[in-house]
């Protein structure tokens, strides 16, 4: 077979609640031309092999995100992820394995529950408040300056496709985590000129589960289907946390204190940082994990000494402030 034409096996993830006990996989083997998508691929595997194949598209030009699923272990999009270039990414050769978005309940083979994402949405306000009254509404447009819009321009491109909900590792072990796809969409609607709710949703982002518990693996980033700098919303929203003053917060707490301490020695205290950061009575409630780390032999320094270069440290937190 030429070169513009190949013979492979799509391994895709199969799960019907009515009658599985749990999920497994079918395999279905194509003759397929370069230039092919996946989602093309998937729609002639439905069309000529499985007509109950169940999966989500719609507009296949990488514009609405609904064909987002995870292509060789990688959340991307159907519609303009290319079969060619998977095949340099297989596990074994020639084969292509293709599941639902993870952290998400799957409802039938690729199409996942949706509502959680909805749910934090809504939670978070993620919409544009403005300072018009709804009698105003309709009666001229309402614009942003190109000044403005550059802010959030970046952020603007999200299409709600999940992909970074997908990969993001915290989302793996705590499905209260805000997300990242909503911490882009909080920190776009606070840069936004014409909304008024900035203090109110930077106060939601700052509660339990929020934009503090980030861990910055980045991830979010390199799974992003169109490129955004999802840290880059993370930071800000930190950034803008810190100006407003809103200190009642552990990650505040934990990101002061980190600071206090590099400035002080040039090293993290380690015996004083869950302390400072949770406070007396939340830091008795990691005594058992303390004790777990003690038999291992991970017991911190109760004296941090200075570093040689304490002066240079300084005066790079200097500049950063």
């Not at 019907?16 to 230039?35: A, I, M």
């Not at 292509?71 to 519609?79: I, M, P, Q, R």
């Not at 000044?147 to 709600?160: G, S, W």
């Not at 930190?238 to 407003?244: A, G, I, L, P």
């Amino acid at each position: 077979m030429s070169d513009e034409k190949k013979e492979l096996y799509f391994r895709i993830f199969r799960f019907n609640p009515d009658k599985d006990q749990t999920h497994y996989f079918d395999e279905y083997k194509v003759s397929l031309e370069k230039g092919t998508t996946i989602l093309r691929a998937i729609h002639y595997i439905k069309d000529n092999m499985e007509p109950k194949l169940a999966y989500r598209f719609y507009c296949q030009a990488g514009i609405c995100g609904s064909c987002a699923v995870k292509v060789n272990g990688v959340s991307k999009l159907a519609c303009t992820t290319q079969v060619w270039d998977e095949l340099e990414n297989t596990k074994e050769p020639n084969i292509i394995t293709i599941e639902p978005l993870s952290n998400f309940k799957v409802m039938r083979d690729m199409i996942i529950d949706y509502d959680p994402v909805i749910s934090k949405l809504e939670k978070y306000q993620s919409w544009v408040t403005p300072d018009k009254t709804p009698e105003e509404f309709g009666k001229k447009e309402y614009v942003i300056s190109e000044e403005d819009f550059k802010v959030i321009e970046p952020a603007t491109d999200c299409i709600l496709c999940a992909a970074c909900y997908s990969e993001c590792s915290i989302m793996d072990v705590n499905k209260d985590f805000i997300s990242p796809l909503v911490i882009l969409k909080s920190y776009r609607m606070n840069n936004d000129s014409r909304d008024v709710e900035t203090l109110s949703r930077l106060k939601l982002v700052n509660k339990d589960h929020g934009v503090w518990d980030c861990t910055h693996c980045y991830r979010c980033v390199e799974a992003c289907v169109k490129d955004i700098p999802i840290m880059d919303a993370i930071h800000g929203l930190r950034n803008e946390s810190f100006k407003r003053n809103l200190k009642n917060t552990e990650g505040y707490r934990h990101a002061a204190a980190f600071e206090q301490d590099i400035k002080s020695t040039g090293r993290l205290n380690e015996a004083t940082i869950i302390l400072k950061t949770k406070g007396l009575f939340g830091a008795m409630s990691m005594i058992p994990f303390s004790i777990k780390m003690a038999l291992k032999g991970r017991v911190p320094n109760l004296i941090v000494k200075k570093i040689p270069g304490i002066k240079s440290v300084r005066r790079i937190l200097s500049k950063i402030k």
